[in-house]
């Protein structure tokens, strides 16, 4: 075949070390399947023994082929050059690889966001996936208004995370505060609507209050962080069409969605039974500020019409 006994010897050690490689890797598999039910766990052992693999396949082969430590500097030194610029973006991903295996901004089963600058949005999902140059997101959002799957997989190099802020939902502190609000008339019962609206807050958030408190001590040891207030609450303000409630509580991110519809429905069943409250919205109406506002609050004018803007006790007319 004209190939020189030492080549063939080179070729038969590439093909059994190859091959020794995979079916050790294999076996190794098998064997952590039929001990670990964990699905992470498992995950990451299939990555990792392949990087292992991979990197002592290279070193082998290296030593194979090469004889001497002068010939790989040589054969280094004249391509290193040309793969530093041809090779930008995929150093610098590989670079990425490093910094994500080194500081762990994320994980495998976080949900994140990257790409987020002032007020626009960048790309959010459930990392399902990391390789050398690139992890995977299962996409949440964007045309779909909620924290839920679009059904979309999007590949996101590894180099974004040294130009593009990360935000991550579920490492650390592991929940996030939600706020939903509730607007009633001013006509309304507001604190009763209150004293509702707390009970359905306690009843639905606070049984996470105590995991919550755990998982901000240990947190607290790695990040500063500092709540003074952890259980739900009711805060109330004043807008343009009503009292506005709202509801600020805890919740788990990616359960974000269920949570607020169990809240929702318990607002809808408890004002639904109370006839002194009423939600705000959008609408026109004709106020008579002398029928329906306060005695002290209204100024008596001259020069109306018969019947417009009189109180129901004088002759006079009023604001």
């Not at 939600?178 to 639905?204: C, M, P």
């Not at 991110?253 to 109370?274: H, Y």
Request: aromatic letters at 10%; one cysteine or more; glycine letters at 10%.
């Amino acid at each position: 075949m004209g190939v020189s006994a030492a080549t063939q010897w080179h070729l038969l050690l590439t093909v059994t070390v190859a091959l020794g490689l995979g079916v050790g890797r294999r076996i190794l598999l098998r064997a952590v399947e039929r001990q670990v039910d964990d699905v992470q766990v498992r995950y990451r052992w299939r990555k990792t023994t392949g990087y292992i693999a991979t990197f002592v396949a290279i070193a082998v082969f290296i030593r194979i082929w090469f004889h001497g430590f002068s010939s790989i500097s040589t054969m280094l030194g004249l391509i290193s050059a040309g793969v530093a610029i041809a090779l930008k973006d995929p150093l610098a991903n590989l670079a990425g690889w490093m910094f994500i295996m080194w500081r762990q901004p994320l994980a495998v089963g976080d949900r994140i966001e990257i790409g987020t600058s002032g007020s626009s949005r960048g790309v959010s999902g459930d990392v399902i996936d990391q390789r050398v140059f690139s992890f995977t997101l299962m996409e949440i959002g964007n045309w779909v208004h909620a924290d839920q799957s679009t059904g979309r997989i999007i590949h996101v190099p590894n180099g974004r995370v040294f130009t593009d802020t990360i935000a991550n939902y579920t490492r650390g502190f592991r929940y996030i505060w939600d706020e939903i609000g509730v607007l009633v008339t001013f006509e309304s019962n507001w604190r009763k609507a209150k004293h509702l609206l707390t009970d359905i807050i306690n009843d639905q958030a606070t049984h996470l209050t105590g995991e919550a408190e755990r998982r901000l001590r240990e947190a607290s040891r790695q990040f500063m962080i500092f709540y003074s207030k952890l259980t739900p609450i009711v805060y109330t303000s004043v807008e343009d069409s009503g009292v506005l409630l709202t509801l600020r509580y805890l919740t788990d991110p990616q359960k974000r969605r269920g949570r607020r519809e169990l809240i929702w429905e318990a607002i809808l069943d408890a004002f639904d039974g109370c006839d002194e409250i009423d939600f705000a919205y959008p609408t026109q109406r004709m106020y008579l500020n002398a029928r329906e506002g306060k005695k002290g609050a209204v100024r008596p004018v001259s020069g109306l019409p018969e019947g417009v803007g009189q109180s129901p006790d004088h002759d006079e007319g009023y604001f």
